[in-house]
């Protein structure tokens, strides 16, 4: 079985920023440490939206919710690298 991974290209995110030295530049909510992705993942795993609001305080529920909404349509699928080399193998 093949493992995929998601990945969300934030770049046309005004809620997302990516800053050198703040949390590795990871892509995080403005103004915030929180990880977008982290937001995604808590709404994926099931997590209601009002308990990820009081898990992080600092984003409101629509800032949550565009987060979440701007993730879901530019999620790009990855196939990891180890899984991309073809073998060709010679026929006589």
Same mark, same amino acid.
């Given at each position: 079985?093949?493992? $995929?991974?998601?990945?969300? =290209?934030?770049?046309?995110? =005004? /809620?997302?920023?990516?800053?050198?030295?703040? $949390?590795?530049?990871?892509?995080?909510?403005?103004?915030?440490?929180? /990880?977008a =992705?982290?937001?995604?993942?808590?709404?994926?795993?099931?997590?209601?939206?009002?308990?990820?609001?009081?898990?992080?305080? =600092?984003?409101? /529920?629509?800032?949550?919710?565009? /987060?979440?909404?701007?993730?879901?349509?530019?999620?790009?699928?990855? $196939?990891?690298?180890?899984?991309?080399?073809i073998?060709?193998?010679?026929?006589?």
């Amino acid at each position: 079985m093949t493992r $995929v991974d998601s990945y969300i =290209d934030w770049a046309g995110c =005004d /809620l997302v920023e990516r800053i050198p030295g703040k $949390v590795s530049g990871r892509p995080v909510a403005r103004g915030t440490r929180i /990880l977008a =992705d982290t937001i995604v993942q808590d709404a994926e795993l099931g997590s209601p939206l009002e308990e990820i609001q009081e898990n992080y305080p =600092d984003l409101s /529920l629509t800032a949550i919710q565009q /987060l979440i909404s701007f993730a879901r349509s530019h999620r790009e699928q990855r $196939v990891p690298r180890e899984f991309c080399s073809i073998t060709i193998h010679g026929t006589s």
